[in-house]
């Protein structure tokens, strides 16, 4: 049907551009006041927030062997996460070196049945194992080994970084 003014055809409700993803959920963000936070549409049209950071500094949290900080991450705010799996992972190493089993053997299953490989499971375990070494080192007074299990930690936890830094810096905060 064309406009009687112009003689153009008359704009229709099904011709205005359906709001992207991000309008849709931009007042969500706002409203949960969130810096770093991003929110997806879920199937149902709700708004999903997450912290677009938070695997960044769990990444960094497991770096430098800040166990308690990371082990903190309740698992709620992991739900619409899209890197969930690996943030599980992370805090479940954390959980581990702190000697909470359990709560690491919660984070372990959630990590695979969120999609974490079992390679990628056994990975962070042995690196766990590696840093234990390390630290049971430093007890006896052997720092070489000590360095050397520090790295392999770093070497054979999938988490990307330099390796000898990182190692120094979580040798660094065990003899502190």
């Known amino acids: 049907m064309n406009d009687q003014r112009t003689g153009h055809a008359a704009p229709h409700d099904h011709d205005a551009a359906a709001p992207t993803d991000r309008e849709t959920c931009a007042p969500a963000v706002r409203e949960a006041g969130s810096t770093g936070g991003h929110a997806e549409p879920s199937a149902d049209g709700n708004c999903m927030l997450y912290d677009e950071s938070l695997l960044d500094v769990c990444r960094t949290r497991w770096q430098f062997g800040d166990w308690a900080r990371l082990a903190a991450n309740p698992p709620e705010t992991l739900l619409h996460h899209p890197e969930r799996a690996k943030i ?37 375990l042995i690196s766990g194992a590696h840093n234990s070494l390390a630290e049971a080192s430093l007890v006896l007074r052997q720092r070489d080994r000590a360095r050397d299990h520090f790295r392999e930690a770093m070497r054979t936890g999938g988490v990307p970084g330099d390796i000898e830094l990182l190692a120094q810096a979580r040798e660094a905060r065990r003899t502190k």
């Open 88 to 124: 599980a992972l992370l805090t479940a190493a954390a959980h581990f070196q702190l000697g909470e089993s359990q709560q690491g053997h919660r984070q372990l299953q959630l990590a695979l049945d969120w999609g974490a490989s079992r390679r990628q499971v056994m990975q962070m």
